[in-house]
């Protein structure tokens, strides 16, 4: 006669208690387990997060008004970190590793074209990063007339240009005019953006610090397109909270 198969519930059940000393160390082991748990969770995120932010896609503030009316102080948007490739950043947590090419493209995926609004690590102060427009490509011949851009001699449609200065007060360089400059300091043509550079503009082109002043942005201090606003804030804007409804989702192009 077969026997009965035992009942696996029944096998693993204990009605008999373990002695004091066993309870208290599986307390330990699982108070121990637990936080193992929740700190190895916590890496786990700060590590995804970090990735996401360094590679995929990253948010910014806009504290200035130099990409007015684009973009207003307030203004919270969305970068893409791959629109134009793998790139590492400039530091690991603030620390510079030799060996490691940091700052550079580790794999280019997309092309940098004219009209794209982009973050970039400034060329002269580089703990700051810059939000502006790329007016100008490597190769491209780009010269500023009383204020209109003209490139590869002609003038651009420049829709996004904000322009407060009346045209008879356009004397001002470089603001106004901006291009190649003889040895007496008079603009005699236009200037050639040099291989691995772009000349950008804020929008608000009478109130924006961009390369008329510090000259080109290096292509590989750019560290992405931006894509989107998805939040943006004004003590004006009304309401128990300054929100600028209108705003949100409004997308930057590209």
Known sequence: ??????????????????????????????????????????LIALALALLIR?????????????????????????????????RLPDSIFGLKIGGLPLG?????????????????????ERDKDLIKRVIGLPGDRVQIKSGRVWV?????????????????????????????????????????VP?????????NRDHSDDSRYWGFANQNDVEGRALVIYWSLADDAGGPLPIRWSRLGTSLGG
Not at 30 to 38: T, V
Not at 153 to 168: F, N, Q, T
């Open 1 to 42: 006669m077969i026997p009965p198969v035992e009942d696996p519930g029944r096998a693993l059940a204990s009605s008999e208690r373990p002695p004091l000393g066993d309870a208290l160390q599986i307390a330990v082991r699982s108070k121990k387990s637990l936080a193992r748990e929740y700190a190895e969770a916590v």
């Open 104 to 124: 550079r493209y580790l794999l280019h995926l997309g092309d940098i074209h004219r009209g794209d609004v982009i973050v970039f690590v400034h060329p002269q």
């Open 54 to 86: 360094t590679f995929f896609i990253q948010a910014y503030m806009i504290p200035s008004g130099s990409m007015e009316p684009t973009l207003l102080i307030g203004d919270h948007i969305l970068v893409s970190k791959m629109a134009y490739g793998i």
């Open 195 to 203: 291989a691995g550079r772009l000349f950008v503009m804020g929008d």
């Open 152 to 192: 590869n001699g002609r003038p651009i449609s420049d829709p996004h240009a904000h322009l407060e200065v009346p045209d008879a007060q356009r004397f001002e360089v470089p603001r106004d005019n901006f291009g190649f400059m003889d040895a007496s300091g008079a603009i005699v043509g236009p200037l050639e």
